[in-house]
């Protein structure tokens, strides 16, 4: 066995799986057609994976003669390569040898007919099929979220007005509060204007479920189009990186340095069109996970206050039941506006006659933190 051989196996012996073996047989059949070679290549083709041994003649056999023969091929542009002998066939083109040495035709240079012989596959094609199935995919899970929404406000809607109804006829008493937040100076900035409403806690504690699993089935729907925008990016990222090779070594041979240097365009085009998808769509699960989501669907309350120039509110409730009330507010700082939101469980029946509003019990201040992490 020559030392050519005897270095081919070593290679294919590293690699126990047996379908990594086809594309390594293939590969070498293209690179040595020595007698040896490609007897050691179809032994240890038989031995690594238990094929007969004149099946993996065959095989081999096969291998040679669809990667290794002589043809001419005219591009699209018309030029001509004349008994050319195909060395390896690459996801983007082929590679031959000519008289004046190895050089790669890509198949966006050829016609049809000669990419078809070389099962050439379309990435654009996969990629409209991938996004049809996406599509459908994404169009199930938006249906599903919308109908757990549509439930979810119908119910809250009808409970809602049932303890409007109910909160008009019962026996009330006052709860008195104040809305105000605490600097680290120790000053206390009181909140005026302030709309305090009044929710039945059974009804908030049902709504709150029900965007929970609306919030799951949106986000898993938005997954499919994260999910496809980080495949994009590494898909692009490892076209831009191919493409830059092959413009190198276009620039180097001076071949086809034009359809190389528009491959790096499209693929660079690619990963920045890529990019640009992902982070909208996570700022749009955040804002899904959000407060801000949340205190948007609550409705109209079955009564409503508004605190005074110095934050102090006084509403009536049923004396027996448990609620909740709910207020937003915001105040601008140098810089910025920090946005406040209170969901605070209140009750007469425990006596409580007076709740505060403040840094100690806010539900959030300054951007979006999750409902679910209270």
């Not at 090779?245 to 365009?265: C, F, K, P, S, T």
């Not at 206050?305 to 934050?311: C, F, K, Q, R, S």
Request: proline share 3%; with cysteine.
């Amino acid at each position: 066995m020559s030392p050519a051989a005897a270095s081919l196996l070593l290679p294919l012996r590293s690699n126990g799986k047996p379908a990594g073996v086809a594309n390594r047989v293939a590969n070498a059949l293209a690179l040595y057609t020595e007698p040896d070679i490609i007897a050691a290549v179809c032994l240890t083709l038989s031995r690594m994976t238990g094929m007969d041994k004149m099946k993996a003649l065959a095989f081999c056999i096969l291998c040679f003669a669809s990667v290794l023969f002589a043809d001419d091929f005219k591009a699209i542009n018309g030029k001509e390569y004349k008994n050319v002998t195909v060395t390896r066939v690459e996801a983007d083109g082929i590679l031959v040898r000519t008289k004046s040495g190895i050089s790669k035709i890509y198949f966006l240079e050829l016609p049809k007919d000669v990419q078809e012989q070389f099962h050439y596959v379309d990435p654009a094609k996969v990629q409209a099929e991938r996004a049809e199935k996406r599509a459908r995919e994404r169009a199930d899970k938006q249906r599903k979220a919308d109908e757990i929404l549509t439930r979810t406000e119908e119910k809250f809607e009808a409970a809602e007005m049932q303890a409007a109804h109910a909160y008009q006829s019962s026996e009330k008493g006052t709860l008195s509060g104040q809305v105000f937040m605490a600097t680290k100076g120790g000053e206390n900035i009181k909140l005026g204007a302030i709309q305090v409403l009044l929710f039945p806690r059974d009804a908030l504690d049902d709504l709150r479920a029900g965007l929970s699993a609306f919030v799951t089935a949106k986000t898993q729907q938005l997954q499919v189009d994260i999910a496809a925008a980080e495949e994009e990016e590494k898909q692009a990222s490892a076209a831009e990186e191919q493409a830059r090779a092959a413009l190198h070594q276009a620039e180097i041979v001076r071949q086809a340095v034009g359809v190389a240097q528009a491959a790096l365009d499209e693929a660079s085009d690619a990963l920045a069109a890529a990019r640009r998808k992902i982070g909208p769509l996570s700022a749009e699960v955040a804002w899904y996970h959000s407060v801000e989501f949340y205190f948007l669907h609550l409705g109209p309350a079955i009564h409503a206050v508004e605190t005074d120039a110095d934050g102090n509110f006084t509403i009536q409730i049923p004396k027996t039941g448990s609620f909740v009330i709910a207020a937003q507010a915001e105040r601008r700082v140098p810089g910025e506006t920090e946005r406040y939101y209170w969901i605070q469980p209140v009750s007469l029946e425990g006596g409580q006659q007076r709740v505060l509003l403040s840094n100690n019990n806010v539900t959030i201040r300054k951007g979006r933190q999750s409902l679910h992490d209270e």
